[in-house]
Nanobody, 125 residues
């Protein structure tokens, strides 16, 4: 089975930066669409960013556009989320996800086959 493990979460002040990493194993990583989602307490899980198999196509939620950057390194089976200019409203558990069936980046959680267990990001004011 495909396994995803996130790292890089933690505490940061508003305006600061964090870089999340997701390590994949057990599948053909280079063929998967990859995504980042987040879920704050009492709220539904929401799409943050996605990237296609080659890294040539990326998508971002409006709330993070211009501040976050997704990237991938297929040779290392890694996907990253660089988060800059962090705001308190970015506080959430961030999840790495993989879509093994589609070529185009999807934004719905139901489209993704595999999920990491999440990493907590807390932004203080």
């Amino acid at each position: 089975q495909v396994q995803l493990v996130e790292s890089g979460g933690g505490l940061v002040q508003a305006g600061g930066s964090l870089r999340l990493s997701c390590a994949a194993s057990g599948g053909t990583f280079s063929s998967y669409v990859m995504g980042w989602f987040r879920q704050a307490p009492g709220k539904e899980r929401e799409f943050v960013s996605g990237i296609n198999w080659s890294g040539g196509t990326t998508h971002y939620a409006d709330s993070v556009k211009g501040r976050f950057t997704i990237s991938r390194d297929n040779a290392k089976n890694m996907v990253y989320l660089q988060m800059n200019s962090l705001k308190p409203e970015d506080t959430a558990v961030y999840y790495c996800a993989a879509d093994s069936r589609n070529w185009i980046v999807r934004v719905g959680t139901v489209e993704y086959d595999y999920w990491g267990r999440g990493t907590q990001v807390t932004v203080s004011s």
